[in-house]
């Protein structure tokens, strides 16, 4: 599978081994695809690889540099895109077999833009049914293996597969979306960094909605550098996304190295810590403590508003009659073709009212008005991404029970940072006993991406946690 190295490469170090002519685009590109052929039968992070389009794109990328046209940071990187993002003359399923023949006719907004930056498709992710659940267990078809563990350990989700693909270094970068965790879960549970821009950042045209009001993409990383350079790239308004238009986009890289010290960074009150894995608080404990030793003043918040989401329901019939209403006509054509879990999840949704949908709406404003003024005196909030890490898929899946106890661990604080329309970044802060990731969730003021990533980048650049790579023997050899 050619120089074991490439693989687990930033997408920094691959720019600079670019223009030293170390190697190339067309040559990573190759590496990359059989690297994608050997492992991902196992893996299983891919549902289309774009063979043809990665290799085209590859070495016209390639042809630019010979020429002296650079077109910046991303020139000549590949990555992959979940199966959400619409890719001009491939299907966007969602997820399921009954989308298989849903063709894009475009590429989205997205994937169009990482290729003017100079980026190069290797293929669509697998992801949960219409993006409908952060465990990542898709049954329709197949789940992904998180690369840490032989034995199958549920990859987060729904950004399942681009979480596997990165953290098996089938892919420098991914796509994925986030409506209530589902970039920041699979990041924590896969040992990624993992974005979620605050809505209207990046344009959501042309990607399979589950909730218009909350729904946003995000990239998911090896660096704090690479998810935010990918950013960079993505973000900015769109005619074609009203929530884009009025925002303007901003540089985050000129602030992304300028550390800590002064900071007032607080750990989020005790609801996000409540029934959290011994190994996890205290990983988060730490890292806390990394950034006040960095010059950091670091303090603890309460923040009401949280406790306020997480217990109103209808603050939940937003997301779920939303998905309702995006799928209905699959529900009434195809309702037994569905994943059951999720069409538990829509059918929760069907018994929720108008009303109550309204009321989530109505209410959205006033809580989010308040959680900025909480946060007024206070540069970042950090707190665990997840509350376990990562399960067997077995002991997780094994009824609909238990998928459903799982929620609380694996979204409880990730969901509330949508709702109050936060940007928040995930990145590996440690990993258990068992040598499973643990998650550090950075939380920033509304529209101050730059802050959660000057910090989550602070304590990166002084831990080695993102230098661990999964032991892939097993997969190899399936």
Same mark, same amino acid.
């Given at each position: ?269 005790? +609801? ?6 011994? $190994?996890? &608080?205290?990983? %988060?404990? *730490?890292?806390? #403590?990394? @950034? /006040? ?86 540069? +970042? ?6 509350? $376990?890490? &990562?399960?067997? %898929?077995? *002991?997780?899946? #094994?009824? @609909? /029970? ?77």
């Amino acid at each position: 599978m050619g120089d074991p190295g490439i693989p687990y490469r930033s997408v920094a170090e691959l720019g600079r081994a670019y223009r030293t002519d170390e190697t190339g685009p067309l040559a990573v590109t190759r590496l990359l695809l059989e690297r994608i052929e050997a492992l991902d039968p196992r893996l299983h992070a891919f549902i289309a690889v774009t063979r043809d389009r990665a290799l085209a794109e590859a070495d016209a990328a390639e042809a630019l540099l010979r020429a002296g046209s650079d077109l910046g940071p991303l020139h000549g990187i590949p990555y992959a895109a979940k199966d959400l993002y619409d890719v001009q003359g491939l299907p966007t399923t969602a997820g399921t077999h009954v989308l298989a023949e849903n063709i894009a006719a475009a590429d989205c907004t997205a994937v169009a833009r990482a290729r003017a930056a100079g980026m190069v498709l290797l293929g669509k992710t697998h992801t949960v049914q219409f993006a409908l659940g952060i465990i990542g267990v898709n049954r329709d078809q197949g789940t992904p293996h998180n690369p840490w563990h032989e034995t199958p350990h549920i990859p987060g989700g729904s950004s399942s597969g681009s979480a596997v693909a990165v953290a098996a270094g089938l892919a420098p970068v991914a796509l994925g979306t986030d409506t209530g965790g589902s970039v920041r879960t699979p990041a924590a549970l896969c040992g990624l960094v993992g974005l979620k821009p605050t809505t209207g950042r990046i344009s959501r045209h042309g990607v399979y909605p589950l909730s218009w009001t909350l729904d946003t993409p995000g990239p998911l990383a090896r660096t704090v550098e690479d998810a935010a350079l990918v950013y960079q790239a993505l973000q900015g308004p769109d005619p074609c996304d009203d929530a884009t238009l009025g925002v303007a986009a901003q540089n985050v890289l000129p602030e992304l190295d300028r550390g800590v010290k002064g900071l007032r960074i607080a750990f989020g009150d005790a +609801a996000f810590f409540e029934d959290a894995d011994a $190994q996890v &608080a205290a990983a %988060v404990r *730490e890292a806390g #403590a990394v @950034l /006040e030793a960095l010059g950091a003043q670091l303090g603890s918040i309460d923040m009401p508003e949280v406790r306020q989401v997480l217990g109103d329901p209808d603050f939940r019939a937003v997301i779920l009659g939303e998905a309702v209403a995006v799928n209905r006509e699959l529900l009434a054509n195809h309702r037994e073709a569905l994943d059951p879990v999720v069409r538990d999840l829509l059918e929760r949704g069907e018994g929720m009212s108008a009303a109550m949908h309204a009321g989530g709406l109505r209410k959205l404003p006033a809580v989010r008005a308040s959680v900025a003024d909480t946060l007024r005196d206070v540069d +970042a909030v950090i707190v665990p991404t997840t509350k $376990q890490p &990562a399960r067997p %898929v077995a *002991e997780v899946d #094994a009824n @609909l /029970e238990s998928y459903r106890a799982a929620y609380p661990a694996y979204m409880g604080n990730t969901m509330p940072i949508n709702w109050l329309n936060l940007p928040g970044v995930s990145l590996p802060c440690g990993f258990t006993e068992e040598g499973l990731p643990i998650g550090l969730q950075v939380i920033a003021k509304p529209f101050e991406e730059q802050m959660a990533l000057r910090v989550a980048r602070a304590y990166e650049r002084e831990t080695d946690w993102n230098a661990r790579r999964p032991a892939l023997g097993w997969a190899a050899t399936a």
